[in-house]
Nanobody
Framework: QVQLVESGGGLVQAGGSLRLSCAASGRTFRSYSMGWFRQAPGKEREFVAAISWNGGSLYANDSVKGRFTISRVNAKNMVYLQMNSLKPEETAVYYC???????????????????WGQGTQVTVSS
């Protein structure tokens, strides 16, 4: 498994932008698919976006397509989530996730991911 630490959350006005970062430990990072999920109070953890080990495959929740971008730099053991045009309803704790085998439609399921970070709070004010 890899250890994951998120950063970059904070308070932003509606329509604003934030970039979340996820630092991963372990030399096997480059072989892992990486993902971002979010969880609002009282709601289920929701898939946001995912990226394959080499960046060749990208997946995103329809609600964030065109506004959020996931990327990774394997040489730095880093994954990013660029979030633009944020909405108040996207206020949540955002979690980074990793797994060596998840792919395709399985990426959308939180049960498919084996490693999780502690989360970073994103608050979007109206």
């Amino acid at each position: 498994q890899v250890q994951l630490v998120e950063s970059g959350g904070g308070l932003v006005q509606a329509g604003g932008s934030l970039r979340l970062s996820c630092a991963a430990s372990g030399r096997t990072f480059r072989s892992y698919s990486m993902g971002w999920f979010r969880q609002a109070p009282g709601k289920e953890r929701e898939f946001v976006a995912a990226i394959s080990w080499n960046g060749g495959s990208l997946y995103a929740n329809d609600s964030v397509k065109g506004r959020f971008t996931i990327s990774r730099v394997n040489a730095k053991n880093m994954v990013y989530l660029q979030m633009n045009s944020l909405k108040p309803e996207e206020t949540a704790v955002y979690y980074c996730a990793a797994d060596p085998t998840v792919a395709g439609i399985g990426s959308f399921l939180k049960e498919s991911w084996s490693s999780w970070g502690q989360g970073t709070q994103v608050t979007v004010s109206s």
